[in-house]
């Protein structure tokens, strides 16, 4: 396990941007997968969006793509989740994710295949 801390979140009208970022105390790996997760209260935690961190893919759920961005900077081993065009119902708190593992894409969207998590970030997008 790694720690990830995440940051950048916060409260947004609709049609707004916000970037979060996750730090990570893991050395620079090209192996394994991260990505970000969401979740309201009273619901389970969803999948946003992941990479295999061998450049081999990114993925995004249909409710975000289009709209939301996932990227890495190699070199401090930070990612970044730029979001575009927020709606109300991306209200959330948003958790970066991690695993040394690299996940096959049938399991990349599987919270529990994940075992370093953020302390997750809150954004709010309201008018």
């Known amino acids: 396990q790694v720690q990830l801390v995440e940051s950048g979140g916060g409260s947004v009208q609709p049609g707004g941007s916000l970037r979060l970022s996750c730090a990570t105390s893991?050395?620079?790996?090209?192996?394994?997968?991260m990505g970000w997760f969401r979740q309201v209260p009273g619901k389970e935690r969803q999948f946003v969006t992941a990479?295999?961190?061998?450049?081999?893919?990114?993925y995004y759920a249909d409710s975000v793509k289009g709209r939301f961005t996932l990227s890495r900077d190699r070199a401090t081993n930070m990612l970044y989740l730029q979001m575009n065009g927020l709606r109300p119902e991306d209200t959330a708190v948003y958790y970066c994710a991690a695993t040394s593992r690299n996940l096959i894409t049938s399991s990349i969207r599987q919270m529990a295949e994940y075992d370093s998590w953020g302390q997750g970030t809150q954004v709010t997008v309201s008018s």
């Open positions: 990479m295999k961190l061998t450049g081999a893919g990114t």
């Open positions: 893991a050395r620079t790996t090209n192996s394994g997968t």
